[in-house]
């Protein structure tokens, strides 16, 4: 047993060497391309062109798209530790697309609620909803039934999809910008300030210390509910602590990003598969590895048809996808 247990602190230990090594490559990567290229060289000094356009522009935008990133990984583990099914993420269980229907009353109807703050509110509200009408989905079918589960999340996305179309269409008129909510639904980093970058950073942290807390009892879960309950782990009521946690994630992904998919699918999968099945020791790098996945995927936005930009969504989308069905298939064999 010794033995396992260290070689398992080496792996973990080479992983963390990687995951930093991916996560400084794809910062780098992200700070030097675009519209223009900035070679680290010239990120550097004051009164230059290329430091103005890293400093003002692409550090923020960097930070975003890891923000949005460790967002949608966090998410994606809780939600397939709650769902008990690797196939869980945030974008096919109808979370976010809860949380694109609160964010677009938001933007479509300021007059009802004028608070700076409705986005992330609203949108927190819409993903909260959702993946409890998730469970609820499970809880009246008589019991915890992943494809069921999944199913369920599957249609209620295609329903809110619609409700959001709908509201578009309904509320939508000449002084709103379509294109630029039509954009934002399609996947899209905003660029924050500094003071809401001061912001975004320790709510980060403050997810990570959650799902971690949260760790011990998403594996009590994954054994059953009555080992879980053996365990001292009260099923309703975790599970209810634990996507209230996840729907909070998924809503500040959501509302920095858009609608990204498969985020929440491809990395805690991959980081399970390297690290282990404990979620308390996942949680940290799937964050470093969501944030430097959507690092990446936002460059490659900004870049590849220069000076316009991809819609993050439609890359994500196109990794995910071939990526999902992998796994179906895979488990189906």
Do not use: K
Not at 56 to 73: E, H, I, K, N, Q
């Amino acid at each position: 047993m010794r033995r396992a247990t260290d070689g398992r602190r080496a792996s973990t230990t080479t992983v963390w060497l990687v995951l930093l090594l991916l996560l400084a490559a794809a910062v780098v990567l992200a700070l030097s391309v675009g519209a223009a290229t900035v070679w680290p060289t010239q990120w550097w000094g004051t009164g230059t062109l290329q430091a103005e356009l890293v400093r003002v522009w692409r550090a923020p935008r960097v930070a975003g798209a890891f923000f949005v990133g460790a967002c949608l990984s966090l998410a994606g583990l809780v939600f397939q530790g709650v769902f008990r099914n690797p196939l869980a993420e945030p974008y096919l269980l109808g979370s976010a697309s809860g949380a694109a229907v609160g964010a677009a009353v938001s933007l479509l109807l300021p007059a009802l609620v004028p608070t700076a703050l409705s986005l992330p509110v609203l949108a927190f509200a819409g993903a909260w909803g959702a993946s409890w009408l998730v469970l609820l989905a499970g809880r009246l079918g008589g019991g915890w039934q992943s494809n069921r589960l999944l199913l369920a999340g599957v249609g209620l996305a295609a329903i809110l999809a619609a409700l959001r179309s709908l509201i578009v269409i309904v509320f939508g008129d000449e002084s709103t910008n379509l294109r630029a909510i039509i954009s934002w639904q399609l996947g899209g980093v905003q660029t924050p300030t500094s003071a809401e970058i001061a912001v975004l950073a320790p709510v980060l942290l403050v997810l990570v210390l959650l799902v971690r807390a949260l760790g011990r009892g998403l594996d009590a879960l994954g054994l059953g509910e009555d080992t879980a309950h053996a365990m001292g782990v009260r099923a309703a009521s975790f599970s209810a602590r634990a996507v209230l946690v996840a729907s909070l994630a998924t809503a500040l992904a959501v509302s920095w990003g858009g609608l990204i998919g498969f985020v929440g699918l491809i990395v805690p999968h991959v980081m399970r598969w390297w690290i282990g099945p404990l979620h308390a020791r996942l949680t940290v790098p799937c964050a470093i590895a969501g944030g430097a996945l959507m690092v990446l995927v936002d460059a490659l936005a900004r870049s590849a048809m220069a000076p316009s930009e991809i819609p993050a969504g439609l890359l994500t989308a196109l990794i995910g996808g071939p990526f999902f069905l992998a796994l179906l298939l895979w488990r189906r064999g």
